[in-house]
């Protein structure tokens, strides 16, 4: 599968589990999720185990986020990142 088609299947990259949590594709090598002002709330690179990466709504400094938009940016190796819209709803 291209990354023209993945870009418009987001089942593909991201799914959620009952505590609200994102689960990425495994084969993501790496995700940001940026706020609306594109800063980085989140950073997780691809360990060598390849589990799926895995966010909770927690920022880098450790903090719940606010609900609200979000952009995630989710890098495959060797093709163009791709970002998908999210609306996060905080517990």
């Given at each position: 599968?291209?990354?023209?088609?993945?870009?418009y299947n987001h089942n593909n990259h991201i799914k959620s589990?009952?505590?609200?949590?994102?689960?990425?594709?495994?084969?993501?090598?790496?995700?940001t999720v940026l706020d609306r002002w594109g800063n980085a709330?989140?950073?997780?690179?691809?360990?060598?185990?390849?589990?799926?990466?895995?966010?909770?709504?927690?920022?880098?400094?450790?903090?719940?986020?606010?609900?609200?938009s979000y952009l995630c940016k989710i890098v495959y190796s060797?093709?163009?990142?791709?970002?998908?819209?999210?609306?996060?709803?905080?517990?």
């Amino acid at each position: 599968m291209n990354a023209t088609n993945r870009q418009y299947n987001h089942n593909n990259h991201i799914k959620s589990n009952l505590n609200n949590d994102l689960i990425f594709n495994s084969s993501a090598v790496e995700i940001t999720v940026l706020d609306r002002w594109g800063n980085a709330v989140w950073k997780k690179r691809q360990d060598e185990a390849l589990r799926p990466i895995t966010w909770s709504g927690i920022d880098r400094f450790g903090e719940k986020v606010s609900s609200g938009s979000y952009l995630c940016k989710i890098v495959y190796s060797g093709e163009p990142a791709i970002y998908i819209p999210l609306v996060f709803i905080q517990k």
